[in-house]
């Protein structure tokens, strides 16, 4: 979206290669291994973290690991009262279509799907976004259908093995393994029982070990306990900061992850996070898909207040049109429009693309409380109320295709010289002006 540039690399020679060149997999030309932008962005933000205003996006399409049938989501062919689910294919074709569209920076996928998309088909080859695959699973992911796993205190557990991500089969070879995603997503949930919980640390560190000899680089998500009352929930978001910084402090700089993933818990504990360690890069979880205005408030507040990554799973597979949703998502996280605006943007798309929303634009734009743990135990979290006018007030309908100012149509005057836009050197108004026309040429109108 942002115009990702091709990383300058030559084709390499054996015994020649410069010093810092990536790594190309046998097989794999040179000319097809682009930048990633997750890469450029971390750089960013360890580069300036109290100033830059670098922000990642991943698609978390790994709920295969976690929901089975219904991983993918409804499929809107079911009739009244049917409950049928779309398929596998149809849940990994959208993944191909948002790789395509760019927008996102991470596309989080099953071990399975990853040895589709990554390394079969190689959809990422001259793609910005950078395929990752969940490296564990946890019982409190198991959900079945009339299963209680969930419902007990989550154990730690690994169906993935490291070499299948990176290459796809066991025992990898070195030049192989770059084949397949090399970031993970390793997932830990304390209860606040000693017992369990230094079990979970103990198969922690197994991890990060293996992955610091084999060079797989993972981001953490701690979880909030799926046990009730394990802890006053007044000190929930304290008590996952604290265990956050308690379960690193061991841990040199090769075994680190490279963001966090977490439930936000408002404003006070990510700021509190984020001052402790302005090198610990946090991302927020989405939870449950819940309303249009809950997802952008959640991902404009905690930008607010210091998180610097977003996985949305639920928020974005749930959506009534998925590239739009990524789109609007990220022109909240740009500064381009504020979130109640992109709730009646986005259903002035549905209507131009005849899509039946799922709920009418008054209920989508108030803010619902969204349960935040896989299994739905009730742990939930609400976004901070909007600071400006009610959602209730009357506002009339922004479009993607509605004709804007002349001041505010003349990007071009600002674009670098490849052809892509410089956002730095345009103003709020040219850059709705730049994304409204982005989505009416994607969308129509």
């Given amino acids: ?157 690994r169906s993935a093995a490291l070499d299948h991500i990176q290459c796809g089969h066991l025992d990898c070879d070195t030049n192989e393994r770059q084949l397949g995603a090399n970031l993970g997503l390793y997932s830990v949930t304390f209860n606040n029982d000693p017992e369990r919980d230094l079990e979970t640390l103990r198969q922690f560190k197994v991890f990060r070990e293996e992955a ?89 507040q905690a930008q607010k207040y210091g998180a610097r990554v977003a996985l949305f799973g639920r928020k974005i597979n749930q959506a009534e049109n998925q590239l739009a949703f990524i789109e609007f998502l990220r022109l909240i996280t740009d500064g381009v429009i504020a979130p109640e605006e992109a709730v009646r943007a986005y259903h002035s798309v549905l209507e131009k693309l005849g899509i039946r929303p799922h709920r009418p634009l008054e209920e989508d734009l108030q803010l619902k409380t969204g349960v935040m743990s896989y299994g739905g135990s009730g742990k939930t979290i609400s976004a901070p109320p909007p600071q400006s006018k009610p959602v209730t007030e009357p506002k009339p309908p922004v479009s993607v295709a509605t004709p804007v100012a002349k001041e505010a149509t003349a990007p071009a005057a600002a674009s670098s010289p490849v052809g892509a836009p410089n956002f730095a050197k345009m103003s709020s108004a040219e850059k709705l002006a730049y994304h409204r026309e982005r989505l009416k040429r994607m969308f129509g109108g």
């Fill in 1 to 157: 979206m942002t115009g990702w540039k091709p990383i300058p690399l030559r084709r390499r020679i054996r015994g020649l290669t410069p010093p810092g060149s990536p790594k190309v997999p046998d097989g794999v030309p040179v000319e097809k291994i682009v930048q990633k932008s997750l890469d450029v962005k971390l750089a960013e933000i360890h580069a300036d973290p109290g100033g830059s205003k670098a922000f990642i996006i991943a698609d978390a399409k790994d709920a295969d690991m976690a929901f089975g049938m219904g991983s993918a989501g409804v499929s809107p062919e079911r009739h009244d009262g049917e409950v049928r689910f779309k398929t596998l294919a149809d849940y990994r074709q959208q993944m191909r279509e948002i790789v395509q569209q760019g927008v996102v920076d991470i596309m989080l996928m099953s071990t399975h799907t990853n040895d589709l998309l990554t390394i079969q088909e190689r959809i990422f080859d001259k793609s910005h976004v950078t395929p990752a695959a969940r490296a564990n699973d946890t019982t409190d992911v198991h959900i079945a259908r009339g299963g209680r796993h969930y419902q007990s205190p989550a154990m730690p557990f």
């Fill in 212 to 300: 610091e000899r084999k060079k797989f680089r993972y981001f953490l998500e701690v979880f909030d306990p799926n046990i009730a009352n394990v802890v006053d929930p007044e000190l929930l978001g304290a008590f996952i900061n604290d265990l956050v910084a308690r379960s690193l402090a061991g841990v040199a700089r090769p075994g680190r992850p490279a963001f966090l993933k977490i439930v936000y818990h408002g404003p006070q504990a990510m700021e509190e996070l984020v001052r402790y360690d302005p090198h610990l890069v946090v991302g927020i979880l989405g939870g449950s898909a819940g309303t249009t205005l809950d997802a952008f408030q959640l991902i404009q």
